[in-house]
T-cell receptor, first 115, second 116 residues
Framework: NAGVTQTPKFQVLKTGQSMTLQCAQDMNHNSMYWYRQDPGMGLRLIYYSASEGTTDKGEVPNGYNVSRLNKREFSLRLESAAPSQTSVYFCASSEHRASSGNTIYFGEGSWLTVV | AQKVTQAQTEISVVEKEDVTLDCVYETRDTTYYLFWYKQPPSGELVFLIR??????QNEISGRYSWNFQKSTSSFNFTITASQVVDSAVYFCALSEADNQGGKLIFGQGTELSVKP
């Protein structure tokens, strides 16, 4: 009953370091997403992948890159971490695009602190 | 412009009280979808309900009920006979059919504290 699995759950980075957040889903979903959650801001979309082989920017893409490795996996990379990227990151997936009314299911979150 | 507003930042109730969480949305689309998610202290986001803009029927699931009113652009969530386990942050969210990116627009969340 895994659903959406993301790793690592906790990470502390120094400014300028790079890291990749990994995400995998086992629901055979076509669309995958990366969101970030900041206090008082709700969740904001960083990048999404409507289907395997495609990726697009969301609301707050600056400082991030993504890779849709295959249908199951969607990774988020911080090339040069900045304190402003301290946040909780959520990977999510849906059968098809949320704009078609599909429900988005979320992973458990990854707590990232950049010092 | 699309927007979701949850005006109640924090609500505190005593166990067994009923509580309503408000959600007001803005959209220009005629086809859209509304969601509620629960985020317990452990941090994960749990899907509760989805509603499309053509279905204004209220829904009840156990102690949970939802009141969707297009006339007031509201999608309110009521918990009847609240329990301590209901303590969480609750998010209302909107998805628009014209948004090909499939972005889910979240409100800022309402933190519900249910005290024994």
């Amino acid at each position: 009953n895994a659903g959406v699995t993301q790793t690592p759950k906790f990470q502390v980075l120094k400014t300028g370091q790079s890291m990749t957040l990994q995400c995998a889903q086992d629901m055979n979903h076509n669309s995958m997403y990366w969101y970030r959650q900041d206090p008082g801001m709700g969740l904001r979309l960083i990048y999404y992948s409507a289907s395997e082989g495609t990726t697009d920017k969301g609301e707050v893409p600056n400082g991030y890159n993504v890779s849709r490795l295959n249908k199951r996996e969607f990774s988020l990379r911080l090339e040069s971490a900045a304190p402003s990227q301290t946040s909780v990151y959520f990977c999510a997936s849906s059968e098809h695009r949320a704009s078609s009314g599909n429900t988005i299911y979320f992973g458990e979150g990854s707590w990232l602190t950049v010092v | 412009a699309q927007k979701v507003t949850q005006a109640q930042t924090e609500i505190s109730v005593v166990e067994k009280e009923d509580v309503t969480l408000d959600c007001v949305y803005e959209t220009r689309d005629t086809t859209y979808y509304l969601f509620w998610y629960k985020q317990p202290p452990s941090g994960e986001l749990v899907f509760l309900i989805r509603r499309n803009s053509f279905d204004e029927q209220n829904e009840i699931s156990g102690r949970y009920s939802w009141n969707f009113q297009k006339s007031t652009s509201s999608f309110n969530f009521t918990i009847t006979a609240s329990q301590v386990v209901d303590s969480a942050v609750y998010f209302c969210a909107l998805s628009e059919a014209d948004n090909q990116g499939g972005k889910l627009i979240f409100g800022q969340g309402t933190e519900l504290s249910v005290k024994p």
